[in-house]
């Protein structure tokens, strides 16, 4: 299995700012991945961290507001960008190892 | 991906089995069935996969019809601390990125 870590694991922000949040993985894995969880959700994917490339963002999720960074096979940052309070989730990356993702401990995000 | 459909909501007595129960009846002949759980506030956490064959390992087994259109996770000695939301995914096959979370069933195991 997969030992995921994410920094930080909550935050208060304010209303027009943005916010990097680290996942360090301690393998190296080849796909790395963002999902949102808002209040009382799901988990929705965001984007899939590739290494080497550009992330590949799912629908309705777009570059300029969460540049994600894959600069190794064991690291990776989402930017959550010009924050609302619509943004306030739970953030999750997770890491692909023998076909099963793991996930990490999340960000708790709060927008004010 | 495969839909995948749970009943929204299950309560067990503590000390014994919980048996979560899952649909898939789309599900291709190469895709496999995943069961993960997430506690309160907390990452989702990997329990069991399979693919066609009964799994078992230290946190769960995994029964899946001869039809492999439903499957069933059992928790065979469930405790307090096994409440948590249980999803059933099935992803397409080798794209196993692709986890799509519904809403799962909402387990409460009662003391």
């Known amino acids: 299995s997969a030992v995921i870590s994410q920094k930080p694991s909550r935050d208060i922000c304010q209303r027009g700012t943005s916010l990097t949040i680290q996942c360090q993985v301690d393998?190296?894995?080849?796909?790395m991945f963002w999902y949102r969880q808002q209040p009382g959700q799901s988990l929705t994917l965001i984007a899939t961290?590739?290494?080497?490339?550009?992330?590949?963002?799912e629908s309705g999720f777009v570059i300029d507001k969460f540049p994600i960074s894959r600069p190794n096979l064991t690291f990776s940052t989402l930017t959550v960008s010009n924050m609302s309070p619509e943004d306030s989730s739970i953030y999750l990356c997770s890491a692909l190892l023998a076909d099963t993702q793991y996930f990490g401990p999340g960000t708790r995000l709060t927008v004010l | 991906d495969a839909k995948t459909t749970q009943p929204p909501s299950m309560d067990c007595a503590e000390g014994r089995a919980a048996n979560l129960p899952c649909n898939h009846s789309?599900?291709?002949?190469?895709?496999?069935v995943y069961w993960y759980r997430q506690i309160h506030s907390q990452g989702p956490q990997y329990i069991i996969h399979g693919l066609k064959n009964n799994e078992t390992n230290e946190m769960a087994s995994l029964i899946i019809t001869e039809d492999r259109k439903s499957s069933t996770l059992i928790l065979p000695h469930a405790t307090l601390r096994d409440t948590a939301v249980y999803y059933c995914i099935a992803p397409r096959y080798y794209n196993n990125n692709d986890m799509r979370f519904g809403a799962g069933t909402r387990l409460t195991v009662k003391p």
């Open positions: 961290a590739n290494q080497g490339s550009e992330a590949t963002y």
């Open positions: 789309t599900i291709s002949g190469n895709e496999y």
């Open positions: 393998s190296q894995v080849t796909m």
